[in-house]
């Protein structure tokens, strides 16, 4: 059994705002995989209250997002969360291996990583007017977030960047 020890820095949790302006994109009724996530992320709760399937795994809950292999993913229509930072391009590399539509939100210098930059024709932005914040472990939320995030996606937006203003709740 392999021993999950947490990158402190990746303990950061999104806001239901953050997740809402993803929901106009998607198809009614989706199956989603939300695979860095337990049943209090926010992301299960506003897709689930939208009306989509939601499946969460989570790393400290025994599931590695690194062990997914292509038929575990087949009942899918989309992969939505925002990953740990740390591991961002190991995280593209195996959603490139995966195939299948994407959505996470992330610094927005990751489009300079590999496996983003080397096919950035078949990526999409969703970028926001305001920096988004994101809240501590102990539920603080950080007023300064130190990068621009936004979400990186594929097979997912139909235009390659779209802008939208975000409705800090
Ligand atoms: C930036 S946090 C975001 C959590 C949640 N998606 C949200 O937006 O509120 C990323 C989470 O992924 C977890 N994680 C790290 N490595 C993982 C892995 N290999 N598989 C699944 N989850 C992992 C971390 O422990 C952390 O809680």
New binding site residues.
Partial sequence: MTI?F??KN?????LPYA?EPILEFLKPNSNIL?????KD???VNVLMNAGHNVTY????EG????DLEDKDVLLFDYII?????S?RKQVFNKLEELNKPFAM?VPLVSIALKPIREKLQDKQLLLFDKRIK??SEEGMICKNPPSETAYICKNILPKQIIFKELKYT
């Fill in positions: 999950y947490p990158n990746d303990e950061w949790y999104t997740v939300c695979p860095f996530d337990t992320s926010e992301y795994r989570h790393i400290k599931s590695d997002f690194f969360s925002n990953p740990p930072y591991l939100l994101f809240k």
